[in-house]
């Protein structure tokens, strides 16, 4: 479905009739990110049929014109749903909007289940963040602009357990409109994990207990990382589960991270078209959970990573796999992982010892500050490893 301009209706939230308060645009079914479609090519093959150049001259190159900017549309990284017809659901932590726009003001409808939080940014500059409810309103992003174009993103601070979202469109104040979206970025990476991966608790203090406002997947390490390399993310990550066994499991779990993995949207099953968004390099930091209540997990753990790593080769055939060694009881079994993997023939993986981690937020879990060494420690690897 193309974005397109339409004269705001009170309909737009469930009511009848209409007003000229806003500006208002439905949220398209691009791919998450990727340019959206209707981009132009670039205008360089050759005209059909011979004969003289089309401007009409003898000979030369042939004047090219300018391919068009793409249509105005909102543009998603991360894994989304448009199966429903209506807008784009998303659930899984770090899902990000991007925009361009003019106006003075820039709002977002959208639905929620729960109480999900969001990061808004306005020209890079970050604004007081979005805490949703239950239903289908209106948010606010950003205000009092000045005039011109701006950027905007929203960034899904909370994990999946914390309600299943839906953007609708955006609106904004008279006079204004949406532009082409921003270009996506180059580089992709996709990271796999669990609580740490999501950001929990990390705006936290020593001895707090996890809440919705304290985890901000914005500022988790893998997010930083990303950032830092200047590459789009998507995180699958869920706090408490593993590879093998979830927290506080003595046997294996019946669904563990491997049985959400394929999911657009891990609490409503939806299947994810691995099209959408191919990364570059897969991060996965899994096994705290498998080894944190009942210790080392070994051989099934190591079975279980090699199966779910044959099945990542089976989605992303060139990617480098970096797999990150969460804590020292899994630390032997992550290097058998490797070597077994590496055996097979694949040699595009690696085992990586995270540095900076400590437990400085809620329940034990690593706070910004940690956050932003590991994502400094991550970043660096990730430029070995890449060449970036």
């Not at 014109?65 to 793409?70: H, I, K, L, T, Y």
């Not at 089976?314 to 797999?323: D, E, G, N, R, S």
Request: proline share 8%.
């Amino acid at each position: 479905m193309k974005a397109a301009l339409v004269f705001v209706c009170a309909a737009l939230l469930g009511a009848t009739g209409c007003s000229a308060d806003a500006s208002s645009v439905t949220a398209p079914e691009t791919d998450a990110g990727t340019t959206p479609d209707g981009a132009a090519d670039d205008g360089a093959s050759s005209p059909d049929g011979g004969g003289p150049p089309p401007d009409g001259g003898t000979g030369g190159d042939a004047t090219v014109d300018a391919a068009p900017p793409p249509p105005p549309s909102i543009r998603f990284v991360g894994r989304v749903d448009t199966s429903d017809g209506k807008g784009t659901r998303f659930e899984w932590p770090g899902v990000s909007i991007h925009a361009r726009f003019t106006g003075a003001s820039v709002a977002m409808d959208l639905s929620d289940t729960a109480a999900t939080e969001f990061a808004v940014f306005v020209d890079g500059a970050e604004h007081p963040k979005v805490v949703a409810s239950a239903g289908r309103k209106t948010y606010t992003l950003a205000s009092g602009l000045s005039a011109g174009a701006h950027e905007v993103m929203v960034w899904r601070r909370s994990e999946s357990t914390l309600g299943l979202s839906e953007l609708f469109g955006l609106t904004f104040a008279p006079g204004g409109a949406l532009l082409s979206p921003p270009p996506p970025l180059a580089r992709r990476i996709e990271i796999v994990g669990d609580s740490i991966t999501c950001g929990y608790g990390n705006e936290g203090a020593p001895g707090c207990n996890f809440s919705s406002d304290t985890e901000n997947n914005y500022f988790a390490y893998g997010s930083v990382a990303a950032r830092a390399v200047n590459a789009e993310l998507s995180t699958v990550a869920w706090s408490g589960l593993g590879m093998y066994r979830n927290y506080n499991d003595v046997g294996p779990a019946p669904k563990p991270l491997p049985f959400y993995y394929d999911d657009a949207l891990p609490t409503t099953p939806t299947a994810w078209d691995f099209t959408r968004f191919v990364p570059d390099v897969v991060v996965i930091n899994l096994g705290t959970n498998d080894s944190s209540t009942h210790g080392d997990p070994g051989q099934p753990f190591v079975d279980a990573y090699v199966a779910f790593v044959k099945h990542l080769r089976t989605k992303y055939p060139t990617a480098w796999i970096v797999c990150i060694d969460a804590t020292t009881a899994v630390t032997a079994d992550i290097a058998t992982v490797v070597s077994t993997v590496k055996a097979g023939g694949d040699t595009k993986i690696e085992a990586f010892a995270l540095k900076g981690q400590n437990g400085q937020g809620c329940d034990g879990h690593p706070n910004v500050a940690s956050d932003a060494v590991m994502g400094a420690s991550l970043a660096t690897e990730l430029m070995r490893v890449m060449g970036w």
